[in-house]
């Protein structure tokens, strides 16, 4: 096997365990303009993701692989998550990389993936998890990210989160491995 097959086939075991992961009863598709507005906790928010009431599959699994479109789906079923998300969104693609794999190792979270977003300088870090309400997954994102603030100027967003409206609660799929 090449190591591009390798990668494939590791990327696709990834896709299969997130996905199994995450709410697929429905999903999200990002539209080139806003599709409402939301109100929550008195602010407004104009997602540009549209809520598809049908469940996810694998023709729009490859349809975003292949970047016709951006599929995203629910990190909450019911309040309860079991995949906690780091979105690295910063010029320190390598610095963070490292950092979190230290910091990882540090507080023993063994069980995660790192991976490529839309663009190389976002980054996606899935963190599994046990089944656990909003709130406990919030307080564990809130230090984790306390850590990571020691080490990094703050260019990532924590989820899911209880100052955000359920549309907002959502990842995008990863394309690639990193490193």
């Given at each position: 096997?090449?190591?591009?097959?390798?990668?494939?086939?590791l990327?696709?075991?990834?896709?299969?365990?997130?996905?199994?992961?995450?709410?697929?009863?429905?999903?999200?598709?990002?539209?080139?303009?806003?599709?409402?507005?939301?109100?929550?906790?008195?602010?407004?928010?104009?997602?540009?993701?549209?809520?598809?009431?049908?469940?996810?599959?694998?023709?729009?699994?490859?349809?975003?692989?292949?970047?016709?479109?951006?599929?995203?789906?629910?990190?909450?079923?019911?309040?309860?998550?079991?995949?906690?998300?780091?979105?690295?969104?910063?010029?320190?693609?390598?610095?963070?990389?490292?950092?979190?794999?230290?910091?990882?190792?540090?507080?023993d979270?063994?069980?995660?993936?790192?991976?490529?977003?839309?663009?190389?300088?976002?980054?996606?870090?899935?963190?599994?998890?046990?089944?656990?309400?909003?709130?406990?997954?919030?307080?564990?994102?809130?230090?984790?990210?306390?850590?990571?603030?020691?080490?990094?100027?703050?260019e990532?967003?924590?989820?899911?989160?209880?100052?955000?409206?359920?549309?907002?609660?959502?990842?995008?799929?990863?394309?690639?491995?990193?490193?």
């Amino acid at each position: 096997m090449t190591s591009n097959q390798t990668e494939a086939r590791l990327l696709e075991d990834i896709y299969t365990d997130l996905i199994a992961r995450l709410d697929t009863s429905h999903y999200y598709i990002k539209r080139a303009s806003v599709v409402e507005k939301i109100l929550f906790d008195n602010r407004s928010f104009y997602p540009k993701f549209e809520k598809i009431d049908e469940p996810f599959n694998d023709t729009l699994l490859k349809q975003h692989q292949n970047k016709e479109l951006i599929v995203a789906l629910c990190l909450l079923k019911d309040g309860y998550t079991n995949s906690l998300v780091i979105e690295y969104k910063g010029k320190e693609v390598k610095k963070f990389y490292y950092t979190i794999r230290q910091l990882f190792s540090h507080i023993d979270i063994t069980e995660y993936s790192i991976l490529e977003g839309k663009r190389e300088s976002h980054i996606q870090v899935f963190i599994k998890t046990k089944t656990i309400a909003l709130q406990e997954a919030e307080a564990k994102l809130l230090s984790i990210s306390q850590m990571l603030s020691l080490k990094l100027p703050k260019e990532w967003q924590t989820l899911p989160s209880t100052s955000l409206p359920l549309q907002y609660n959502i990842v995008t799929l990863p394309y690639k491995l990193l490193y």
